[in-house]
């Protein structure tokens, strides 16, 4: 473990630990390279454990996976290998609008009628305080 992780490993909490013995054993040691001592640019790092927190609690197979198919991702990438290989974009059939004519605000209209019937929803992160 890097020794500027070392100072600031105490500092983490159990779950926190678990997410860098993650990034380490993944070979993201370099995220820890050149980090400050504790007390300096805390909310910084505190905003790292945060966003690593949320990634492993929402990608499917958490963080370890994001970073094996990241990794497969760019070896792909790097070989030439093209995941869309074989399809052929095209334009979809649609109407073309003016903003203003009478086209427009007739599907603007139906479009306010349906939106009653929309629904949004919003992730919920608890916490625990």
Do not use: C
Not at 43 to 68: M, R, V
């Amino acid at each position: 473990m890097a020794s500027s992780l070392d100072d600031n490993f105490n500092l983490l909490s159990p779950e926190q630990q678990e997410l860098v013995k993650v990034l380490l054993d993944n070979g993201q040691e370099h995220l820890f390279r050149d980090w400050p001592a504790p007390g300096v640019d805390d909310n910084h790092k505190k905003a790292f454990f945060d966003q690593l927190t949320q990634l492993d609690s929402s990608y499917p197979g958490g963080l370890e996976s994001y970073i094996k198919n990241a990794k497969r991702l760019l070896a792909d990438s790097k070989a030439g290998i093209n995941p869309f290989d074989g399809f052929t974009p095209s334009v979809p059939t649609g109407e073309t609008l003016a903003f203003g004519d009478e086209s427009y605000i007739k599907f603007e209209e139906a479009g306010v009628l349906e939106a009653r019937l929309l629904l949004f929803l919003l992730p919920v992160v608890l916490a625990s305080v």
